[in-house]
């Protein structure tokens, strides 16, 4: 039965090489989401020429818009009935470059990534994981990073201050999600830091292509019941909190 997998943020970056993945392999559907409907449209095009899919389906989806997402939802379960994989990619880095402390960082700044970076992936979540409960089945992947971890909040004193606060919640997040969901269920949450990735996030110095992220992705999305959840990885190995 084909899987159906939906990736937030899939017009560029790490978000379009997991699309690019999941299209390359067979049994599964892609839904490729972007806040820019034109670039969105304009990846599927690509991934068309780029990969052995024939049909991608795309869905306009801002993540820090309630209705947004509902809409997705709904969208998701009138074509398809189900959601397998979920892919949270959405997300913005305020201040790389600048390295403002966090009393310079603006309090606009904190707002601003908390809403992608967190919030979108509570709306997400709430959205589409009691499907996947109900169904029996589901595999998330958040993109975390490493700047979230206790050890980096403290060692690493070059700002971009809510960047690191909201992957630090997003770690805490899915130990809090996880934790709640019902025994006996089929449905793995885990989050993975891609590393620093050439990306226009990541900027063009970054020593990692975007498709070595997108490997751990696709392989978290792969794994069988007895794997686990709660977990965060990178490069398909598990790192420390």
């Known amino acids: 039965m084909t899987k159906i997998v939906l990736v937030t ?22 839904i490729l989401t972007s806040r820019n409907e034109e670039r969105g449209k304009e990846a599927i095009e690509k991934l068309i020429k780029e990969t052995k899919a024939t049909e991608i389906t795309y869905f306009k989806l801002d993540v820090t818009n309630d209705e947004h997402v509902l809409k997705c939802k709904e969208f998701v379960l009138e074509k398809f009935g189900k959601l397998d994989v979920l892919v949270n990619n959405a997300g913005i880095l305020n201040g790389w470059g ?13 707002i601003q990534t908390f809403d992608i970076n967190l919030y979108g992936v509570i709306r997400m979540l709430k959205a589409f994981v009691p499907i996947m409960i ?13 700047f979230g971890n ?17 992957k630090y ?9 996880t934790s709640q969901m019902p025994e006996n269920v089929d449905v793995q949450i885990n989050n993975i830091h891609p590393g620093w990735c ?33 977990g965060f990885y990178m490069d398909k190995k598990p790192i420390d909190w």
């Not at 600048?98 to 904190?110: C, G």
């Not at 980096?152 to 606060?165: D, H, I, M």
């Open 150 to 166: 206790i050890k980096n909040l403290t060692e690493w004193k070059q700002g971009v201050s809510a960047y690191r606060l909201s």
């Open 198 to 230: 050439k990306t226009r996030m990541g900027t063009q110095q970054a020593p990692q292509e975007p498709e070595v992220a997108a490997r751990t992705i696709v392989w978290l999305a792969e794994q069988d019941e007895n794997f686990g959840t709660g």
């Open 98 to 110: 600048t390295f403002e402390n966090f009393f310079k960082e603006s309090m606009e700044s904190f």
């Open 9 to 30: 943020g899939g017009n560029q970056g790490i978000g379009y090489e997991a699309c690019k993945k999941f299209a390359n392999l067979e049994g599964y559907h892609l």
């Open 134 to 146: 109900e169904k029996g089945y589901g595999r998330v992947i958040n993109l975390s990073s490493e």
């Open 169 to 177: 919640s997003l770690n805490g997040l899915v130990r809090i999600v």
